[in-house]
Each structure stands twice: as structure tokens, then as C-alpha cells.
């Protein structure tokens, strides 16, 4: 089955820890992305990513870091410099990032928790 | 101003009624327009999307747009239990990213 998926489900986070959400996709898509969301808002972009070895940063990328060595997979980061990370967190990937009528399409999500 | 402003709800609908959802949003430049579903907990996944004026069918789900009044909308006709979720309006901006909003929350009742 083609799609996208997350690890882990749930997350839990010490203060001062780093820890790394997986994302990986068999969609042949070459776009990915990171998204943040809060309960009661909107989605918010973390990072995106083209092509493999190249990503650029979203509207808050800060206290998060990404890799794009393979073009299936997107881990994220979350960093201790991020100072309120818990939130819910969602992958997405797209045919490619230029294309107008680009459809992305979305990972079940990790759901990350501060301890 | 946000840049893509729906009504929070909830709103409530009848079971068979027609639930109507709407969204504005500030970037001219928008050529693409996306609806998302999301039930509790779970990620966000695509019901519609549009790129011309007009309305677009998909089943029970039917999207307006107008660009000249920057308003998108999406109708679900018969609506059933199954519908209750937030739906999320995402434009694409000129930029080439979706911006998302909110989201309007349905409940549909029996």
C-alpha cells in the first residue's frame, strides 16, 4: 500500500532532550513537509523540502532541524532550543512543491509531549 | 487580519440537512484551493479541491470559489453522523504553500 507513515504514535519529552520524529513515504513524491498544529489553530509549517539535500525553512522553524538524504524519508527534530514543543505533528509529501495544483497528502501524526 | 479566516463553530446541522462551510482568505494571488477533514486526533485528510470559479461536485461535497471576493465555501449535502469533524480550508498561496485555517468544527445530529 502506498502512503505515508509516522513513528512513533506518542512521544515524550524531558526537558533539555532532542528527539527525532520519523516520516517516510512510498508515494514516489519528491515535496515533503513538517507541520505544527496547536489545538484550536491551524496548521503551521516547520520545513519543506524539494529534492533530496535540500529543504528550506517554514513560517517557525525555529528549535527544529531536518535531513533530506533519501528521497522517501523527512525526520524531524525537535531540539531543546524549542521551548514549547508539545503539540501535535504531521508529515505531509506532494507530487513536487512548484506544481500548481500540488496536492499534499498527510501522515497519521506523532502527538509530542513534554514531561 | 488572519489570513484564512473560518467561523470556529461547532456547527450544528440535522442528520440530512445540508451543512454549509465557509472561508475567506487574504492572498490575491491564490490559484488552488484545498478542504481537508480531520476527526479528532486523527491528521487531516483531502475532500475537495478547486482551482476555477464556480462550483465543483464530488458527491455529497460541493465547493464554491470566487477569487474576486476571495471567499471559498463547501457544501455537504445529506449530512450523516460520519461528517461530524473540522474541516479545514487551505489555500495555496502565490508563495506556493498552503496556509491553513483554523477550522470550522461540524457536528451533525441525529
Known amino acids: 500500500d502506498g502512503g505515508i507513515t509516522q513513528s512513533p504514535k506518542y512521544l515524550f519529552r524531558k526537558e533539555g532532550q532532542n528527539v527525532t520524529l520519523s516520516c517516510e513515504q512510498n508515494?514516489?513524491?519528491?515535496?515533503m513537509y513538517w507541520y505544527r498544529q496547536d489545538p484550536g489553530q491551524g496548521l503551521r509549517l516547520i520545513y519543506y523540502?524539494?529534492?533530496?539535500?535540500?529543504?528550506q525553512k517554514g513560517d517557525i522553524a525555529e528549535g527544529y532541524s531536518v535531513s533530506r538524504e533519501k528521497k522517501e524519508s523527512f525526520p524531524l527534530t525537535v531540539t531543546s532550543a524549542q521551548k514549547n514543543p508539545t503539540a501535535f505533528y504531521l508529515c505531509?509529501?506532494?507530487?513536487?512543491?512548484?506544481?500548481?495544483?500540488?496536492?499534499?497528502?498527510f501522515g497519521p501524526g506523532t502527538r509530542l509531549t513534554v514531561l | 487580519q488572519k489570513e484564512v479566516e473560518q467561523n470556529s463553530g461547532p456547527l450544528s446541522v440535522p442528520e440530512g440537512a445540508i451543512a454549509s462551510l465557509n472561508c475567506t482568505y487574504s492572498?490575491?494571488?491564490?490559484?488552488?484551493f484545498f478542504w481537508y477533514r480531520q476527526y479528532s486526533g486523527k491528521s487531516p485528510e483531502l475532500i475537495m479541491s478547486?482551482?476555477?470559479?464556480g462550483d465543483k461536485e464530488d458527491g455529497r461535497f460541493t465547493a464554491q470559489l470566487n477569487k474576486a471576493s476571495q471567499y471559498v465555501s463547501l457544501l455537504i449535502r445529506d449530512s450523516q453522523p460520519s461528517d461530524s469533524a473540522t474541516y479545514l480550508c487551505?489555500?495555496?498561496?502565490?508563495?506556493?504553500?498552503?496556509?491553513f485555517g483554523a477550522g470550522t468544527q461540524v457536528v451533525v445530529t441525529p
Open positions: 505531509a509529501s506532494s507530487i513536487e512543491e512548484s506544481y500548481s495544483y500540488n496536492e499534499q497528502f
Open positions: 508515494l514516489n513524491h519528491d515535496a
Open positions: 523540502s524539494q529534492i533530496v539535500n535540500d529543504f
Open positions: 492572498d490575491r494571488g491564490s490559484q488552488s
Open positions: 478547486i482551482y476555477s470559479n
Open positions: 487551505a489555500p495555496r498561496t502565490r508563495w506556493g504553500k498552503l496556509q
